[in-house]
């Protein structure tokens, strides 16, 4: 029995196809990154060149066809997979890190606009950008709170975001 070990039976046909479709997968994601995220990804020539190739390629059925190719080859390239993938995973992490700072910023915008909590909320925010222009932000909260200004309320947001990248 010892001789039937898992590890030296050749893979089914199943578990290559299931496999197929994960590289597949992985393909149509790094394809559909946007242009600032695909410029940040790290690949190899010909690899980057046919993932462009299939990023502009129009038409359904021939979009599908270069995601299949493109598939092939990251299959055929174990590396610039394995690679791919951890690339792919910083990525991920980074837009979860984005938009949970995003709903933070949302959430002090709300405070600032909320009559009841804004001075607690100024001050925070002092605290987390101090080069922030206060009196800019008080008129717009101002505006918010006498006339439900909406473009104040969004122009709040616009400094805090502005101000927090510049950090």
């Avoid at 990023?55 to 021939?62: A, F, K, P, V």
Wanted: aromatic share 4%; with cysteine; charged share 35%.
């Amino acid at each position: 029995m010892d001789e039937f070990v898992e590890e030296n039976l050749p893979l089914s046909r199943t578990k290559k196809k299931q496999q197929a479709k994960q590289v597949e997968l992985i393909a149509k994601q790094l394809v559909d990154l946007t242009d600032h995220q695909f410029s940040r990804i790290n690949l190899s020539p010909t690899i980057a060149q046919e993932a462009e190739l299939a990023r502009t390629t129009r038409g359904h059925g021939s979009q599908r066809r270069q995601l299949k190719h493109l598939a092939g080859m990251l299959r055929k390239a174990e590396d610039d997979l394995s690679t791919l993938l951890d690339q792919l995973t910083n990525l991920d992490q980074v837009a979860r890190g984005d938009k949970k700072q995003f709903h933070q910023l949302e959430k002090l915008r709300d405070r600032l606009c909320d009559a009841d909590s804004f001075t607690a909320a100024l001050t925070e925010m002092v605290e987390l950008t101090p080069e922030i222009d206060r009196k800019a932000i008080s008129r717009l909260a101002r505006s918010v709170h006498q006339h439900e200004d909406r473009r104040a309320y969004r122009e709040i947001f616009r400094r805090l975001r502005d101000e927090w990248t510049d950090q």
